[in-house]
């Protein structure tokens, strides 16, 4: 609903701005017809751009109301975490990521695979799904939207806010666009909708679903969605879940030890000399993608608009929007999950 409404708005800005040249020209034809006027087109002009007004007013409203005002609520550390100031040694990095890292080679070895080494999802009632667009995949992705959900309702008995009633997550109708913006997901203020991108690696799926019914429970902080769809994951009985929750997390935790390493060689040296970073297996790396090459081929090739245009457009656009609302690293803010990490291993 919401790439539809999308859709409409494109078309009604540009039914907008061929009605402006047209009223312009029939101005000018009017003028040197000694001022007669066509009656009938100026009432059509003068209803359209009252009708365009109105839906400009309510476009604002709603996405004040559904998005831009949530950041500057309360954030989810601030109400569950108390004060904190956010810093953290590197020996807690370390653990931290010697955790996530181990979690994520144990449980490589646990999942399912099909033939050709692909992850296999197995749903409760026993569909199995690792590739696109048969009848299957549709009903696994049911499946797995399913336990988002129940996962999420699950988290709100430890965190009341996010207690309350989920709605399906839908695949996204142009999830190949979307992955030439490198989008995951996507939440809609003017439908209520939490998207994903179905076209991405199917261990993206599950912590993608839970982070964008977050932004549903009014935290429309990236990395506050991150941390809780990291949870819901983790907390699920099923090993894909929680594999994927974990592997959600690696890339952060990763750049976050090589940022230290390439800041302070010291300080890296003396926290390794005591907590040596554990190796990530060739297999979790081989998992860790966002969409595989044969994939990346049919989108690029049926492509309209070059992938790296796109995706430099995007970044722009969210970027941008992140900063105009307060956040003043902008994409980087997606990142701040390590520190939310840190805060919830030090309570727990």
């Known amino acids: ?9 494109i078309l009604l800005v540009a039914a907008a701005v061929v009605i402006g040249f047209a009223r312009i020209i029939m101005g000018i034809i009017c003028f040197f017809r000694s001022g007669r006027k066509h009656k009938n087109f100026y009432r059509f002009t003068k209803g359209f751009y009252r009708f365009f007004a109105w839906t400009l007013l309510s476009v604002c409203l709603i996405m004040t109301l559904n998005c831009l005002i949530l950041y500057h609520a309360s954030t989810f550390s601030e109400h569950y975490f108390g004060k904190d100031d956010g810093s953290y040694t590197s020996a807690e990095l370390f653990a931290l990521y010697n955790m996530v890292a181990g979690e994520c080679n144990r449980l490589a070895e646990l999942v399912e695979r099909d033939d050709t080494g692909m992850v296999v999802y197995i749903s409760s009632d026993g569909t199995r799904i690792s590739n696109r667009y048969d009848e299957e995949w549709r009903k696994g992705l049911a499946a797995m939207a399913d336990e988002a959900r129940a996962q999420m309702k699950r988290l709100g008995e430890q965190y009341p806010q996010l207690d309350g ?11 190949d666009f979307m992955c030439q913006q490198h989008m995951q997901g996507y939440y809609f203020p003017f439908s209520m909708e939490a998207n994903y991108n179905e076209v991405m690696h199917i261990l993206n799926i599950p912590s993608t679903m839970c982070h964008e019914l977050a932004h549903l429970r009014g935290y429309i902080y990236e990395d506050e969605a991150n941390f809780i769809g990291y949870l819901a994951c983790i907390q699920s009985e099923d ?44 297999q ?32 722009v656009f969210i970027d941008t929007n992140l900063k105009v609302n ?3 690293d902008g994409k980087v803010s997606y990142s701040r999950v390590v520190t939310l990490l840190l805060q919830y291993y030090r309570q727990n």
């Open 239 to 282: 090993i894909f879940f929680q594999y994927a929750g974990y592997l959600g997390v690696l890339n952060y935790l990763y750049n976050d030890i090589y940022k230290l390493w390439k800041a302070n060689p010291a300080a890296y040296g003396e926290t390794a000399a005591v907590i040596q970073p554990i190796a990530v297996s060739e």
């Open 284 to 315: 979790v790396w081989e998992d860790n993608i966002f969409v595989s090459d044969e994939e990346w081929d049919r989108i690029n090739g049926k492509a309209i608009i070059d992938t790296e245009i796109v995706d430099m457009a995007a970044d």
């Open 165 to 175: 009633w989920y709605p399906r997550p839908k695949a996204m109708l142009f999830s």
């Open 326 to 328: 307060g956040i003043a």
């Open 1 to 9: 609903m919401g790439e539809w409404l999308i859709v409409a708005g």
